[in-house]
């Protein structure tokens, strides 16, 4: 007699709203951005991270919309701001510590 395997997790059939994200980033030739985690997703990244993302609450209430659609290249031009803020920030820190233990 051939016996189930119970620690197997049944694979999860991807909800309607996690397959237009995905079609759409897809056929825009664009990104998934995680507007609360601040993090990029390729859309392939997103089909298998997506049971950890996405959340689906009572009466149908979902949270896809801090999920957009968005061009890497702009989001990379943008990361390199940040970067480039924190570093002058960071040397402005240094200076101050520098001088102080003058």
Do not use: H
Request: charged share 40%; proline share 4%; aromatic share 14%.
């Amino acid at each position: 007699m051939k016996r189930a395997n119970w620690r197997i997790k049944k694979e999860e059939v991807i909800p309607g709203a996690v397959k237009a994200i995905i079609m759409d980033a897809i056929l825009s030739n664009c990104w998934i951005f995680d507007l609360e985690g601040g993090k990029w997703y390729t859309p392939k990244d997103f089909e298998e991270a997506w049971p950890y993302l996405y959340k689906r609450g009572i009466r149908g209430m979902d949270n896809r919309k801090q999920f957009i659609i968005r061009d890497p290249k702009l989001g990379e031009e943008e990361e390199k701001k940040k970067l480039e803020s924190a570093i002058y920030q960071y040397k402005e820190f240094k200076k101050r510590v520098d001088a102080y233990f003058r």
